[in-house]
């Protein structure tokens, strides 16, 4: 990386949280997770031990102690979180509170940075346009520019995008703040296109906000974490938690409404521990450019994908190795203005999962690498088993269904031993195994029952919700379905991580951001294992016996019904027939923020007199035939020369039409400036005779277009 200004001085600097109280939350934090975990297992090992140890018995009691672990983990974030919200704002740990009340000019310029891989172009640039008048609304807009990264790889939405992008731009008036570049080669995915802009124009910037294509930030905050990097040099990342918006199916409803309510309390209690050692999740972050260029430059894993190869979980390594280096990533749980969009039904989301799976275990390279702070392991490892966790639950249950087997095959009675339990307490088998009950399911709702209880005891939070009975509602809804789509994800994942043990890599598609639902068809081909699996094991769960059965029903009933289930979820009329009744409501949804509003009135992108979205001149054929798309297209162009080959390709295409060509040759063209011009040329100059019919049709839509505005007038 070059022409990047000297660092801000981070050696001279202390840090934020003293290392030492650092450690004192980290050990108080992991040993009551550890302690609750031990104690557990124990009475679970001699539970067993009453019941007489079947080789089963050590399966399980494996596999129990780390998904109980787990488990406790998870319950833990969220109680040190109430711990730290009843501590109050002032007494809690938060990095932004270096800037509360600064006012005054930036003294460094910041980028603003948008991946995108074939997107709808109106909507990334309608959050562009939201997120480039909140910040002008600041007084601030000469300290950032803003840059759309495209990597995208449909012919046709590139020249979309060019059209959106020039439209946006003249619009605002933005021609020097809002830059466009697509990528020739998507090498890397988006790290490589992260990469190629940090390469390219980082030098002229202090630090830059990552965000995705469906991300969107409050310019004030946005501002407010510009100025927490300037008061403390030694930040290297500052991450925001964003909150889902827009969900219309009932399946993103649940998610914005589930991460709305309980969030905040993983969020905070996740900030207890880490601190200063904490992770980035990709987008709705602030980056520091120069030890991001210095230190986290990404290498090839060994070996061939799934395992080996490009990092596909960039962002966790990326935080990993800016923290070894010395630099703070921190956790900004108070910046509220941060959001994104989720995939609109279970099996988009899977689809993303399978991605995510994928780069996640190849972490597994990593975690024991030397010279790696405790935090940074940590947050691989909890990436790791939230995809680990499946198959291990899956394999406690076949274990468990097993041992159910075997002990009615053989028809012998369970001899009772004398155990510690026994000695100690006096409490009956029965009993022990009703107390470890209630335990573990107090640990699975506990996350719950602190978020509805703060929710339901503080008016303001409650009022946001709609109420008392449509956050009751809302919460019954939720852990209904929840319960149901539970089993059918643990199938997935399980799934998704014995196909990449065998060796199966995942493409790099794009994301299905809008549908109006997931065909019965589809639902049907995607979750035929897990639904056939639930059949079997429900018939053998019945010849076990009716009380085995019953205990089983929550996970034989989420994957005889993932069907109808994921079907049902996907569908936006059930979602907004919810919304009507304030049911699954959110806050950003009754109460849209300023920026929220703005990405909706957003229409900057869209104009009549310069769309690449028309019949029959559509993207690449308005590029080649409509006056403004081809001349806003070349104008983007590198200066080249014609060539023979190139010449030929282009007669070639204007003879047999763009279909003749494949995609190789269709980008060639696109790329070629001399061969535009002489094409659009040839489309108005020439007759139609040897010309392919899809040039004519174009033109004559002009001429529609010509008659249908003389009738008007």
Known sequence: ????????????????????????????????????????SLWLADLFYRDGMHKAHYWLLGIFVILNGLLTLGSFHALFGAFDILLGRKRAVRITQLVDGASGPLKNRFAVVMPVYNEDSHRFCGRIEAIYRSIKE???LDSFDFFILSDTRDLDLWVMEETSWTNLCRKLDAFGKIYYRRRKKNESRKAGNIGDFVRTWGGGYEGMVVLDADSLMDGADILKMARTMEAYPRLGILQTPPKLIRGASVFTRLQQFAMRLYGPLFIRGLNFWQLGGGSYWGHNAL?????????????????????????????FVEAALMVSQGWEVWLAWDIEGTYEEAPPTLVDHLVRDRRWCQGNLQHMWLIFARNLPFTVRMHLFMGIMAYLGSPLWFLFLIVGTWLAWERTGSGLSQLPFESVVDRWFHIDRGMQSILL???????????????????????????????????ITGLFVETIVSILLAPCMMASHTMMVISIFLGRAVGWGNQNRETDGTAWSDALRFHMIPTLLGIVWTVVAFKIGTTFAAWMSPILLGLVLCVPVSVITSRSRY??????????????????????????????SLDPALDADTDTRRGVIAAIVDPYVNGVHVSLLEFSEMTPGGEALAERCLAEGPAALNKVEMAELLYLAPAMLHMHRAVWLRSTEGMHATWTQALESYRRRLDGNAELA
């Not at 120069?290 to 190869?309: A, T, V």
């Open 1 to 40: 990386m070059e022409n990047f200004e000297p660092s801000s001085g981070k050696e001279n600097s202390r840090p934020f949280y003293p290392k030492g109280r650092s450690s004192l939350r980290r050990a108080v934090f992991f040993l009551s997770v550890l302690t609750v975990n031990i104690a557990a």
């Open 138 to 140: 600041t007084g601030h």
């Open 287 to 315: 980056i520091r450019l120069k030890p991001f260029s210095d230190y986290c430059e990404l290498p090839d894993l060994p070996g061939r994908e799934p395992f080996g190869g490009k990092i596909l979980s960039h962002d």
């Open 437 to 471: 009950t209630v335990a573990v399911f107090t640990l699975l709702f506990l996350p719950k029952i602190l978020a509805v209880t703060g929710a339901i005891l503080v008016p303001k939070v409650r009022r946001s919700f709609g109420g008392f009975f449509p956050l």
């Open 575 to 604: 979602g907004q027939l919810l919304r009507r009744r304030k049911i699954l409501a959110t806050p950003e949804e009754l109460h849209p923020p300023s920026v929220i509003r703005l990405a909706d009135e957003a229409k900057a």
